[in-house]
C-alpha cells in the first residue's frame, strides 16, 4: 500500500459539530418514539385479550384456567417448530429416542407434523453421503521431467 503524504488535519467548524449532535440526537428521538408507539400498541393488545379473557370468565371459565390453557397452546407450538426445523435425519433420531424412552406424548407430537417426504429423504441422504466422503487433496510435487 502506498503511503499518504502527511496526514491532513481535519477541520471541525462549531457548524458542522452541532448539525452532528442534532442529527443524532433526533435519531434516538425518533428511536424513542417509535419505542413508544410500539409499547402502547402492544398495550391496547393486551387490553384486548383481557376483554376475551374476562368474557371467558363471564361464562364460568377462570382467568387463570383460560391463560393456562393459551400457555400450553402457545408451548406445544413451538416445539412442534423445534421438531419441524430438525433435519430428516435429527427427526428421526428423535423420533427413536422417544419411542426408546416409551414416550408416547412426544410420539403424538411427531404425528401431527407434516410427513418427511421423499425427496427430503434424499436429500438428506446426498447430504450424508457428502459428509462421509473423504476430502482429498491434490498435492503437486516437483518431480523430474
Keep these: 500500500m502506498a503511503k499518504q503524504a502527511r496526514a491532513q488535519e ?7 459539530a452541532n448539525k452532528f449532535v442534532k442529527d443524532i440526537l433526533e435519531h434516538f428521538e425518533n428511536i424513542e418514539s417509535a ?6 400498541k402492544a398495550r391496547r393488545e ?8 374476562e368474557s371467558m370468565a363471564a361464562k364460568g371459565i377462570s382467568q387463570k384456567s383460560a391463560k393456562t390453557s393459551i400457555k400450553i397452546t402457545r408451548a406445544l407450538e413451538r416445539i412442534k ?3 419441524a426445523d430438525l433435519e ?3 427427526r428421526k433420531m428423535v423420533q427413536r429416542l422417544a419411542k426408546a424412552q416409551g414416550d408416547k406424548k412426544q410420539l403424538l407430537l411427531f404425528g ?3 410427513p418427511i ?5 434424499r436429500e438428506a441422504a446426498a447430504e450424508k453421503e457428502e459428509r462421509t466422503q473423504p476430502d482429498l487433496k491434490v498435492v503437486e510435487t516437483a518431480g523430474a521431467a
Design 81 to 83: 417448530g423445534w421438531m
Design 117 to 121: 417426504t421423499k425427496k427430503q429423504e
Design 112 to 114: 401431527e407434523l407434516p
Design 46 to 53: 393486551r387490553e384486548a385479550m383481557g376483554v376475551i379473557y
Design 35 to 40: 419505542r413508544g408507539t410500539f409499547m402502547n
Design 88 to 90: 430428516v435425519e435429527d
Design 10 to 16: 481535519v477541520e471541525v467548524s462549531e457548524r458542522m
